[in-house]
């Protein structure tokens, strides 16, 4: 079983739809959460952290679910722009060492 | 703000050639990653540094060396290339928590043929 695991997709949506991406981890003792975006054919850019009580940044909202072992991220009211591959990113108990989930490709179409 | 920046972002290697990819990171962070990222695997480890002077193996460290030459640069070396190293290579920095999440450079693009 890998250790971050991510529907690949491709989630094809309209501009101006909700989509949401899901994510579960496998190491219950895992400390710090990220998605990350890249775009086709450059380095992966920090999104947004995500915290256990949640958090939102403008359009985008993530959710830590430790219980259940997955994070969550949606976003609102989706632009051309936001067409990109979402990684999710988990880092484990010890040391610095971050866990790259495979992405999910999202493409929003006019 | 330079940020990691990595060299070259292009290569084409014949097979059992060597090469060294360079990077480099003007954040003052401790630690440096490099990755490599195939189609539907994602990134995976290759080796880090925790700090100066240290470096470990990551998942797939075969085939590959390191350098950690002093805090700002940290240097990937393959012996003898293979066509199993076709990848995307980045290189990465990070505050000593891993906190604030890692900082890539753009990627080098390498082909063995």
């Known amino acids: 079983r890998k250790e971050v695991e991510q529907d690949p997709g491709p989630f094809n949506v309209p501009e101006g739809a909700t989509v949401a991406f899901n994510c579960t981890y496998s190491n219950s003792a895992s400390q710090s959460f990220f998605w990350y975006r890249q775009d086709c054919r450059k380095e992966p850019k920090l999104l947004m952290s995500?915290?256990?009580s949640g958090n939102e940044d403008g359009r985008f909202t993530a959710q830590l679910n430790r219980a259940s072992q997955y994070i969550s991220l949606l976003i609102r009211d989706s632009k051309l722009s936001d067409s990109a591959t979402y990684l999710c990113v988990v880092r484990g108990e010890y040391g610095n060492k971050l866990v790259f989930g495979a992405g999910t490709i999202l493409r929003v179409k006019s | 703000n330079a940020g990691v920046t990595q060299t070259p972002k292009f290569q084409v290697l014949k097979t059992g050639q060597s090469m060294t990819l360079q990077c480099a990171q003007d954040m003052n962070h401790n630690s440096m990653y490099w990755y490599r990222q195939d189609p539907g695997m994602g990134l995976r480890l290759i080796y880090y540094s925790a700090s100066e002077g240290t470096t470990d193996k990551g998942e797939v460290p075969n085939g590959y060396n390191v350098s950690r030459l002093n805090k700002r640069e940290f240097s990937l070396r393959l012996e003898s290339a293979a066509p199993s190293q076709t990848s995307v290579y980045f290189c990465a920095s990070s505050d000593n928590g891993g906190n604030y999440g890692y900082t890539f450079g753009s990627g080098t693009r390498l082909t063995v043929v």
């Open positions: 995500v915290y256990s």
